[in-house]
């Protein structure tokens, strides 16, 4: 079988989602432009608390503590607030204790806004098909190394595609993202503006993007998430440019063993069942604060991971080096 493709015979699949409880915290005059997702969510039997604000986002625990428990927590507010200064990390405990995932959903010109809502709902309308995920990742010796061994963990229970740098360019890893799959994961050095990799990946090479949207898109790296010299960080254009419903990236420099523990970390969640981004993101987490309180968790933080239903076939099609 050529490189880049590992589709196991019996591959994972999702299993129905029980009701959720979802806080979408949001200024009012920006709502309708959701309408699409607020909808999509209901129909998934999310239940949705809209919790509409005025002046600067509110405090992801004190939304916790006064509206009750919730499986998430989604907020929204003006993109002029950085992700690492609107939220305290990529979950909180509620009062029992339990971490419950938390997003940032950067607000900016209705295409945007009306752009990522379409997104999200589209992945939530996928019917239940099974879990697959791209394996990404920076043409370097101890980053192909950390690949290898997540596809070694995934590859007999979910389809598993490798689109690392030395087996595919950037121009066609980045249509091949379009396939439709649950969930990429890359590895590697990054910046503010994006991946290292790839001979360097910035949002603008998604600026024609026509695909069908990942659930969500996972960077392993420094600063994907920080506003360092940008107004707008590669992690919180993946999700507004509709690349995928959710992005996962940190807003300061990240250590290599930490990195390898979040992918180890990771593969136990997606082979026990992790179900949406945020799941995976709170059952995924290394043990150390260290290694998880500079990621944050931008855009749906509900979004499943189910690949769309010919996103596998789509994947398997795609041309890498032998």
Excluded at 97 to 105: D, H
Excluded at 168 to 180: F, H, K, P, T
């Amino acid at each position: 079988m050529p490189r880049g493709r590992n589709l196991p015979r019996s591959s994972s699949r999702i299993r129905k989602l029980p009701e959720q409880h979802l806080i979408f915290s949001i200024p009012s005059q920006q709502l309708p432009y959701f309408n699409e997702l607020v909808q999509a969510w209901r129909a998934r039997h999310v239940r949705v608390t809209i919790a509409c604000h005025v002046g600067p986002p509110p405090d992801a625990r004190c939304l916790l503590n006064k509206l009750g428990s919730a499986e998430a927590v989604l907020i929204a507010g003006s993109s002029r607030r950085a992700p690492s200064t609107v939220l305290p990390g990529p979950f909180v405990e509620d009062r029992n204790g339990r971490r419950v995932p938390v997003a940032w959903l950067p607000l900016r010109t209705p295409d945007e806004n009306r752009r990522f809502a379409a997104t999200a709902a589209r992945v939530h309308r996928r019917p239940a098909q099974q879990v697959a995920v791209a394996l990404l990742g920076q043409w370097h010796p101890r980053y192909l190394r950390v690949t290898d061994r997540i596809e070694t963990l995934l590859c007999d229970q979910m389809p598993t595609l490798r689109w690392t740098a030395d087996v595919i360019g950037r121009e066609d890893m980045v249509q091949a993202l379009g396939s439709g799959l649950g969930l990429g994961l890359y590895v590697g050095h990054g910046r503010p503006v994006g991946w290292v990799g790839y001979h360097g990946t910035r949002r603008h090479h998604f600026d024609a993007w026509a695909g069908e949207p990942l659930g969500a898109l996972i960077s392993l790296c420094c600063r994907t998430a920080s506003r360092q010299r940008t107004s707008l960080s590669f992690a919180e254009a993946v999700p507004l440019r509709g690349v995928a419903a959710a992005s996962f990236g940190a807003f300061s420099d990240t250590l290599h063993t930490d990195n390898t523990r979040w992918a180890l970390g990771l593969c136990d969640a997606l082979r026990t069942g992790a179900q949406t981004i945020g799941e995976l993101i709170v059952r995924g987490a290394p043990p150390v604060a260290r290694a998880w309180e500079s990621y944050r968790l931008i855009g749906d933080p509900l979004a499943p991971l189910a690949s769309e239903c010919l996103a596998v076939a789509r994947a398997a099609a795609v041309p890498v080096y032998p």
